[in-house]
């Protein structure tokens, strides 16, 4: 009988592990800017996971990110990555067991809006960006087109 019971919990919490979903921000904005000289930036803020309004994160301090950022891109048409990486992130200190999450999750939702926007048809690169325990800040700006 407990082995039984044993081995339809297991089978419960391992479905259970392979059926979850990516985490959504619980909160973003995609705010865009055209500046007089025709400059095209873009800002993504996002709050990831169900934390207590009020209190910190729930595992500890800021994210120290990856060493040059972004990773590969070209920068092609749809988005892109950033050309050649750029800051890793922001803070210094412990790093927190999810910030690998929150960065991929707000880099998944930032790339979405920009393809499904267009703003950055001709790919973009990264300005800026910061990962602080569940939330996260991307700034970048959008490759000129070739004349």
């Not at 950022?69 to 992130?89: E, H, Q, S, V």
């Not at 703003?119 to 939330?135: A, H, K, M, P, Y």
């Amino acid at each position: 009988m407990k082995v039984h019971l044993f081995a339809s919990v297991a089978t419960i919490l391992i479905a259970a592990g392979c059926s979850s979903t990516p985490e959504i921000p619980t909160t973003e904005s995609f705010i865009t800017d055209i500046t007089d000289l025709g400059h095209r930036r873009f800002t993504y803020k996002a709050t990831i996971g169900s934390g207590p309004k009020g209190q910190g994160g729930r595992r500890g301090g800021p994210s120290g990110g990856s060493p040059g950022g972004g990773g590969p891109g070209g920068g092609g048409p749809g988005g892109g990555g950033p050309g050649g990486g750029g800051p890793g992130g922001g803070g210094s200190g412990p790093s927190s067991g999810n910030s690998g999450d929150v960065k991929k999750v707000a880099r998944q939702r930032m790339e979405l809006l920009l393809a499904e926007s267009g703003f950055c048809s001709n790919g973009w690169f990264l300005i800026e960006q910061t990962f602080d325990q569940n939330r996260a800040e991307i700034i970048g700006e959008c490759r000129a087109a070739a004349q």
